[in-house]
């Protein structure tokens, strides 16, 4: 039975999350019911991450088993001619039965994109966080650095979370100012549920002048959320890229969206390892 790995890009302003929901719209169920339409039999996905409400993807990875014998072209096509305007398939490969979308990743990147301007956005409302104060992003920066590293992230993880541990390997965590923007850039082995939300929203306390340079630091061993800040909004906030093994041969950085802008940062990872979206 083929395994088929796409790759999708997706605005998630009107759909629930990612997760195919009893109640509400998910992302996975408008993928899982074009790709039954394309294979003329019931498909289901099993993504890398699952992301939230609002949240958005210029590279989500994902795969499903099927019966259908259909080339690359035709899952793409077909997906997309059924899939609403708000989700793309970029790209699909046939791989090995050993690839997993979720559990064979090796790390996942993230970034978190913030207007910081005056005026309250209007075509951006629901693609960026709208800070109007001015944000010092190279403090930003320098106090995001405590965070690398593996760490009990307690402070950064949801009350509703449910993960086992709260322990994962932050690789690597950037700030920049491009133009406009403020710009986080985060890759990890895995995150927990709101993990870069929380630490976008301890980061831009930070950029504001409320807190110092070394709270983020305080926060993180104080393994407590009630004590870890506010929630940055979902809006701002984008899957980039999933790093596999090698031997995958997943497409890399000429298949990811222009937006959101500037170079997303390449992940650290060990040599050799291929990159699907960095």
């Given at each position: 039975m083929p395994r088929i790995a796409l790759g999708l890009e997706y605005d998630g302003?009107?759909?629930?999350g990612w997760q195919l929901q009893q109640h509400a719209r998910g992302i996975q169920s408008d993928v899982q019911s074009a790709l039954s339409l394309v294979a003329d039999e019931s498909i289901s996905v099993i993504a890398a991450g699952r992301t939230d409400a609002g949240v958005h993807a210029t590279m989500q990875v994902v795969h499903f088993d099927t019966t259908a014998?259909?080339?690359?072209?035709?899952?793409?096509?077909g997906s997309n001619t059924n899939l609403p305007d708000s989700i793309s398939v970029l790209w699909a490969r046939e791989v090995s039965g050993e690839f997993h979308a979720r559990f064979g990743a090796l790390s996942r990147s993230y970034r978190y994109?913030?207007?910081?301007v005056q005026h309250r956005p209007a075509l951006l409302r629901e693609r960026v966080c709208w800070i109007r104060e001015p944000l010092d992003?190279?403090?930003?920066?320098?106090?995001?650095?405590?965070?690398?590293?593996r760490h009990d992230f307690s402070s950064f993880r949801a009350a509703e979370c449910q993960s086992p541990t709260p322990v994962r390997n932050l690789m690597n965590i950037r700030v920049t100012r491009l133009n406009e923007c403020v710009v986080i850039d985060v890759t990890a082995n895995a995150f927990l549920h709101h993990?870069?939300?929380?630490i976008a929203g301890v980061l831009i306390a930070v950029g504001r002048g409320k807190q110092d340079v070394n709270w983020p630091q305080q926060v993180l061993e104080w393994r407590d959320r009630a004590r870890g800040g506010v929630t940055a909004v979902a809006s701002g906030l984008y899957l980039v890229g999933v790093q596999y093994p090698p031997e995958f041969a997943l497409p890399g950085p000429a298949s990811v969206s222009t937006w959101p802008p500037g170079p997303v940062l390449a992940p650290t990872a060990p040599d050799g390892v291929a990159t699907a979206g960095i």
């Open positions: 302003s009107a759909f629930a014998r259909r080339d690359e072209r035709s899952w793409c096509l994109v913030i207007l910081n992003a190279g403090l930003m920066h320098q106090a995001a650095q405590s965070l690398i590293g993990m870069v939300r929380n």
